[in-house]
């Protein structure tokens, strides 16, 4: 019924920048939560980046001051730029949202996209 399209994951060398965009679509009734998650190689999936529906961001340590996260609540799409890059920010890089859909507006579901792939690499 609801759905996350990522866009924007390629390979950049160390320093370099890049920018993920995701959008919802579907029977959404409203959204909470929207963010990245991402997962290394090797590695459990974490935290990079979440904005409430109200405006409150929790970033991970790691990418503080290096990454921005940003959402329009009018075209349900969330982004995340992401500067200075590192090696080590190489992943699968998923969206994921909290959305309640149009049959059942009480309750809040997560909804995950189908990643895609961030390679830093010289």
């Known amino acids: 019924q609801v759905q996350l399209v990522e866009s924007g994951g390629g390979l950049v060398h160390p320093g370099g920048s890049l920018r993920l965009s995701c959008a919802a679509s579907g029977s959404i009734f409203n959204i909470d939560d929207m963010g990245w998650y991402r997962r290394a190689p090797g590695k459990e999936r974490e935290l990079v980046a979440i904005?409430?529906?109200?405006?409150?961001?929790n970033y991970a340590d790691s990418v503080k001051g290096r990454f921005t996260i940003s959402r329009d609540n009018a075209k349900n799409t969330v982004d995340l730029q992401m500067n200075s890059l590192k090696p080590e920010d190489t992943a699968v890089y998923y969206c994921y949202s909290a959305i309640a859909t149009i049959d059942r507006r009480g309750v809040y579901v997560q909804v995950w996209g189908q990643g895609t792939l961030v390679t830093v690499s010289s």
């Open positions: 904005m409430t529906r109200g405006g409150r961001i």
